[in-house]
């Protein structure tokens, strides 16, 4: 089993729909929760972070931690297309004293106008 | 606040030839990360610094590849000698905390 997982994607949704983007880990013990869009031939730029379960909302992005089901989503309202990237789920492991971050493959994101 | 810096943005090189890529992390910024990025995939963590130590270079391929943080600020990553798989993008991230701030990148290309 992969230390972090994400839908395989490619996901299509059309404008103005609710994208659903989902990442399951395997180490219970993680802290910190990331999600992270990274445009084409760009460097992945930092959206959310969640650290206790529940949701996060900022704008039309939301965060839901559920650390017992050891998954973490990110939903993005009324999608548009400048939201079209691949989304990186990352889990930090830290158990001693520096962070220990993991990075998922990502899931490719497509809003069709 | 000024972002992470990288140089060069781009180089290309024959295989068996040597590269470095340097990296200027944000300001008070403690840990600095290269990771490698191959097309489609997750960054790959390469080395993590605390400071100026080294916390994790499980994943370095410690026959071709080294990095150094001197002074705890800037990085240079080097590659000597490269092969072809080592085409892929090169990026430099660094946190305060555990939010990872990235630079642009470094696109190498080894023919």
């Known amino acids: 089993q992969k230390e972090v997982e994400q839908n395989s994607g490619p996901l299509s949704v059309p404008e103005g729909a609710i994208a659903s983007l989902n990442c399951t880990y395997s180490d219970r013990g993680s802290q910190s929760f990331f999600w992270y869009r990274q445009y084409s031939g760009k460097s992945p730029e930092l959206i959310m972070s969640i650290y206790s379960n529940g949701d996060k909302e900022d704008g039309r992005f939301t965060a839901q931690l559920n650390k017992a089901s050891q998954y973490v989503s990110l939903l993005i309202r009324d999608s548009q297309p400048s939201d079209s990237a691949t989304y990186l789920c990352a889990v930090n492991r830290a158990k001693t004293s520096y962070d220990k971050v993991i990075f998922g493959p990502g899931t490719s994101l497509s809003v069709i106008p | 606040e000024a972002g992470v810096a990288q140089s060069p943005r781009y180089k290309i090189i024959e295989k068996r030839q040597s590269v470095a890529f340097w990296c200027n992390p944000i300001?008070?910024?403690?840990?600095l990360y290269w990771y490698q990025q191959i097309l489609g995939q997750g960054p790959k963590l390469l080395i993590q610094f605390q400071n100026n130590g080294v916390v994790d270079d499980s994943q370095l391929p410690k026959d071709r590849f080294s990095a150094e943080r001197l002074k705890g600020v800037d990085s240079t990553l080097k590659i000597q000698p490269a092969k072809l798989e080592d085409s892929a993008v090169y990026l430099c991230?660094?946190?305060?905390?555990?939010?990872?701030?990235f630079g642009p990148g470094t696109r190498l290309t080894v023919l």
């Open positions: 991230a660094s946190s305060f905390y555990d939010e990872q701030f």
């Open positions: 300001s008070g910024h403690a840990t």
